[in-house]
């Protein structure tokens, strides 16, 4: 079964119900690492590092939830001084209780990015609900652990070279706010490079005074990716069930699996794409809207950008239910003070998944341009599903 068969409410209903079944409470782990408010960062990133959290938990007295410390809140601010103090660094965590359902807190990881998020109750902190214990849900509901991953993946991979300077990786991650990236070699992918190797490399080299050095991007690390890459990468192929799919990132602890037909590299499918198909199940009033990747000086469009959103949204509506529109925006300059705007959107329908991208000189226009196509794939669609009740009926 793929994702294109989970067609109707009826259909939807029973799947968010199955998924549903079971709540963050089940879930959630309840032996945790939390900081407190004083504590420094030079403190708190061994803390986090040891214990495998992006995120993890501030606490004032007994427990009580003041915030969350963010990795990659944190890796966005190269100039962060190690030695900067919790509450200045803080960002808010989402409400999260033992009752949350799993198709909320998934919309809730979709939103965030986070990676772990607090569970409290009545302000204390009870426990932590990760990406990886949602996945781990999938092979509970029938119709979605056989799934083929070649439906959820990402289609347009970004890679590098096994020759390729770390530091060119490096920029090429924070680009396109990914935390990995596939190493190929002769057009087959050999590795993946992750933020936590160039980490676990820096973390011992003396005179680290800011996370931008911590992690490479200040004072860039003269290597080459084939020294820190790792080279025992897990890989599957289109046909894979999304259950097996799972069971690989679960029992390897890896985010993100490299997608081959062959040796060739079709795809990507990671623990995001996954959160993501699940949290489009959500019962919601109207249609989820999610814009990453935009810069601070081009924050000012996003407005805009979601009422384009908006009034594209409502003329899919008459054809079929939008359910969540997920578009990642990265800019690349050009010569001289333009830019170009490449946009990846994903739209998740009643009906179907549907991907386009666009690339324009101009954020909105690069918008309108993708909502443009992904409202003319909903029409060709409907349009096929007509065509072929009228053969049936012939």
Not at 27 to 37: A, D, H, I, P, S
Not at 53 to 75: D, F, Y
Not at 204 to 223: A, C, D, F, M, N
Request: proline share 3%.
């Amino acid at each position: 079964m793929g994702v294109n068969d989970f067609e109707g409410i009826r259909k939807r209903e029973i799947l968010r119900a199955q998924i549903d079944s079971r709540s963050v409470g089940d879930l959630m782990e309840k032996n945790f690492r939390t900081v407190g408010e004083g504590d420094a960062l030079d403190t708190i990133l061994p803390i986090m590092r040891s214990a495998r959290q992006h995120e993890i938990p501030v606490c004032s007295n007994e427990k009580r939830l003041q915030g969350v410390i963010s990795l990659g809140a944190l890796l966005k601010r190269k100039n962060l001084s190690v030695s900067a103090k919790a509450n200045s660094v803080t960002d808010r965590s989402p409400d999260v209780d033992p009752d949350t359902t799993i198709t909320k807190v998934s919309e809730m990881f979709v939103a965030t990015g986070f990676r772990e998020i607090p569970v409290t109750d009545g302000g204390k902190v009870v426990g932590m609900i990760t990406r990886e214990h949602v996945i781990s849900t999938m092979p509970e509901v029938s119709d979605l652990r056989t799934v083929p991953v070649g439906e959820v993946m990402t289609h347009d991979v970004v890679t590098v070279d096994n020759d390729d300077e770390v530091e060119h990786a490096l920029t090429l991650m924070r680009d396109l706010e990914v935390r990995s990236i596939p190493v190929i070699e002769d057009g087959h992918v050999i590795g993946m490079l992750g933020i936590k190797d160039v980490v676990s490399y820096n973390w011992h080299r003396e005179g680290r005074q800011t996370v931008g050095e911590l992690v490479g991007y200040s004072q860039p690390i003269k290597l080459k990716v084939s020294s820190i890459s790792v080279d025992n990468v897990y890989m599957v192929s289109p046909e894979t069930k999304l259950e097996d799919a799972v069971s690989l990132m679960v029992d390897n602890q890896v985010s993100s699996l490299p997608v081959v037909e062959g040796e060739e590299l079709v795809g990507i499918v990671t623990k995001y794409d996954i959160i993501e198909l699940i949290a489009s199940f959500r019962e919601r009033d109207m249609v989820y809207v999610q814009i990453t990747g935009v810069e601070e000086n081009d924050r000012q469009h996003m407005l805009d950008m979601e009422n384009e959103i908006r009034g594209y949204m409502q003329t899919i509506a008459k054809i079929t239910r939008p359910l969540l529109v997920n578009i990642h925006v990265s800019k690349y300059n050009s010569s001289g003070n333009t830019a170009k705007y490449s946009l990846n959107g994903r739209l998740f329908t009643e009906r179907k998944l549907f991907r386009a991208k666009a690339v324009e000189w101009n954020i909105i226009k690069a918008t309108e341009t993708l909502m443009d196509r992904l409202e003319r794939m909903v029409k060709e669609h409907k349009a096929e599903i007509v065509d072929m009740r009228k053969r049936r009926g012939r």
